[in-house]
């Protein structure tokens, strides 16, 4: 089984790349991408690739315990989370990570959580209706250790503190997910366009 068995999925996220690297979003190799093809495998980017000339030859196959169905290939190092939010849920159909400087920046300050209202865009994201709402984004700290960060956001997911599709990881990056590859691009566009309002009401207020 290869990516070329998902061509849809996989066309998806070479797509996903290329629009992120045009907005700066997934500079030096960073992030990775995942797209669920079975109930219990996913297609995912393979480690060190640039994700901004995503090709299929990119892709690997992997179940959702992290193990690559070709031996020959290497899963990002970030994979534990990709697969850990399948896991938590059938709904999830595509996992995306970005690493945007308004993203980084923002999670390095505040405390656990970034919170926004009164944004047109917020309601890019699935479960937000009205401007008037308030979109409240978690902020875990970082660990090398991918397992111990999967079982943090398994803990707030089970404790069902989730009201957005997507979390940030201070210093580091985006999560967000989605039913399928094209919501999760959404969520990743609308989180990125709230993001950069912030940073840049921020650095107003220095002005």
């Not at 640039?50 to 899963?75: F, H, Q, S, V, Y």
């Not at 990056?173 to 912030?198: D, P, S, T």
């Amino acid at each position: 089984m290869t990516p070329d068995n998902f061509p849809e999925e996989t066309a998806a996220l070479c797509n996903i790349g290329q629009q992120f690297g045009e907005r700066g979003w997934c500079r030096a190799t960073s992030g990775n991408f995942s797209h669920r093809v079975e109930e219990l495998r996913c297609l995912i980017t393979q480690s060190g690739r640039d994700k901004t000339r995503l090709t299929p030859e990119d892709l690997m196959i992997c179940d959702l315990d992290g193990n690559a169905i070709d031996t020959g290939c290497r899963p990002s190092a970030e994979t534990p989370l990709h697969t850990r939010l399948y896991q938590l849920s059938d709904s999830i159909g595509a996992v995306l990570h970005t690493h945007s400087v308004a993203a980084t920046l923002l999670s390095k300050h505040g405390d656990s959580q970034l919170s926004f209202t009164g944004f047109e865009m917020q309601k890019a994201l699935a479960g937000t209706s009205s401007h008037d709402d308030e979109v409240t984004i978690p902020v875990y700290d970082n660990d090398q250790n991918m397992h111990v960060l999967a079982e943090i956001v398994a803990m707030a997911w089970n404790k069902d503190t989730f009201r957005v599709p997507g979390f940030l990881i201070r210093g580091h990056g985006l999560y967000a997910w989605g039913k399928n590859a094209a919501e999760a691009e959404q969520h990743i566009e609308g989180f990125e366009f709230l993001f950069e309002c912030r940073w840049q009401e921020m650095l107003a207020e220095l002005s």
